[in-house]
């Protein structure tokens, strides 16, 4: 039901989006993702926790690494910004729905990846380096965006 809701959701909210999630619905949405290793038997948890750490590797590494260079660079954490590589690319290449489609499919990849992985676990550290290139690539490419400078601090 709820990859089901997901999907709803992700067809709506493609660009130009009619709905918006906001936080209320991610924190709601995350809480559940996170939760999910807990149906999990015992003995298989903490691969089921790493499985689903691999399908949100995007998600973790980006707003950490986020957070981190506006630390550094002595920037207020909770004002409004547009520091994170998805919105960088998206606006300064103006081609918000192929940033947004490339993040969903690789998210799904992981996804599926990290369900894999919960059976195979050679597969994990595999497709964390997978999930770290892809977020290393996207940081990469926000960075050479030519527009960046108008859109503030990398």
Do not use: K
């Not at 709803?8 to 999910?36: E, Y």
């Not at 399908?55 to 002595?74: D, H, I, K, S, Y």
């Not at 207020?76 to 192929?98: E, F």
């Amino acid at each position: 039901m709820l990859a089901a809701a997901t999907i709803g959701f992700l067809l709506l909210n493609s660009p130009p989006a009619r709905i918006f999630l906001g936080d209320v619905g991610s924190t709601s949405l995350g809480f559940t993702i996170a939760g999910l290793p807990l149906l999990a038997p015992a003995g298989g948890r903490s691969m089921a926790l790493f499985g689903v750490a691999i399908g949100l590797t995007l998600f973790l590494v980006c707003p950490l690494e986020t957070l981190a260079r506006r630390v550094r660079a002595g920037h207020r954490i909770g004002t409004a910004h547009r520091w994170h590589s998805y919105q960088r690319l998206a606006l300064a290449r103006g081609r918000r729905r192929v940033v947004a489609l490339c993040l969903v499919f690789v998210g799904l990849v992981l996804s599926l990846g990290g369900g894999i992985a919960y059976r195979s676990p050679w597969l994990a550290w595999p497709l964390v380096a997978l999930g770290l290139a892809t977020f290393a690539t996207e940081r990469f490419l926000a960075g050479r965006t030519r527009d960046a400078a108008e859109l503030g601090p990398p």
